[in-house]
């Protein structure tokens, strides 16, 4: 069964500088997809960045990236330039690429943005 | 973007009553949605996998009688927690896939008294 693990339940960082959320999978799978979920107070699930398992290249939306290695099994988000409302908890989750959609989370990182 | 729509946003319940929640895709069609469920400062858990036309899918552990699942059309699906109890208190969030992406509905707190 595939797992996902995030081993920072909370992280802190300085407005305006980069952090980085670290995300681990165990998957035997060789077609799958990884997403960064953001979940603020209002607890509504927001999609930050998606990366498929078939390309190298890293995804990147604006100040969000992510460092992909395959081989490693890890998938970190980077958040650059943070500011106050990237304050929420960073759900990692993964999806096989040929299941109907379901999503397996790990247990989250709560980070906070202070000014 | 596409919108889930996710309806009562919070709602309370005597022990004992069967409480339903509705999960709409506005703007898309969804032959498959799903119900996931979420403990205060933990993460989502994936309960059950809901088909439109068909029977849902449950997830290990998870009690068929007790949560039901109805896909009627491509965009609604219901979730009925029934006889609930205090154990059952928690936030449900409904989810649908559209072009490879999962969207999210903004939850129900369920609490029963």
């Known amino acids: 069964a595939q797992t996902v693990t995030q081993s920072q339940p909370e992280m802190s960082v300085q407005e305006a500088e980069t952090v980085t959320l670290s995300c681990t999978y165990d998957?035997?799978?060789?077609?799958?997809?990884l997403f960064w979920y953001k979940q603020p107070p209002s607890r509504q699930m927001i999609l930050v960045i998606r990366q498929e398992a078939y390309k190298q290249q890293n995804a990147t939306e604006n100040r969000f990236s992510v460092n992909f290695q395959k081989a490693a099994k890890s998938f970190s988000l980077k958040i650059s330039d943070s500011q106050l409302g990237d304050a929420a908890m960073y759900f990692c989750?993964?999806?096989?690429?040929?299941?109907?959609?379901?999503?397996?989370f790990g247990k989250g990182t709560k980070l906070s943005v202070k000014p | 973007g596409a919108v889930v729509s996710q309806h009562p946003s919070r709602v309370i319940c005597k022990s004992g009553t069967s409480v339903k929640i509705e999960c709409r895709s506005l703007?898309?069609?969804?032959?498959?949605m799903f119900w996931y469920r979420q403990f205060p400062k933990q993460s989502l858990m994936l309960m059950a996998t809901s088909n439109e036309g068909s029977k849902a899918t449950y997830e290990q552990g998870v009690e068929k009688d007790k949560f039901l699942i109805n896909h009627a059309s491509l965009t609604l699906s219901t979730l009925t927690v029934t006889s609930a109890h205090p154990e059952d208190s928690s936030f449900y969030i409904c989810?649908?896939?559209?072009?490879?992406?999962?969207?999210f509905g903004s939850g129900t707190q369920l609490s029963v008294l």
């Open positions: 998957t035997s799978e060789s077609d799958y997809y």
């Open positions: 989810s649908a896939l559209r072009n490879e992406k999962l969207f």
């Open positions: 989750a993964y999806r096989s690429g040929g299941s109907q959609g379901n999503l397996i």
């Open positions: 703007d898309f069609q969804a032959t498959t």
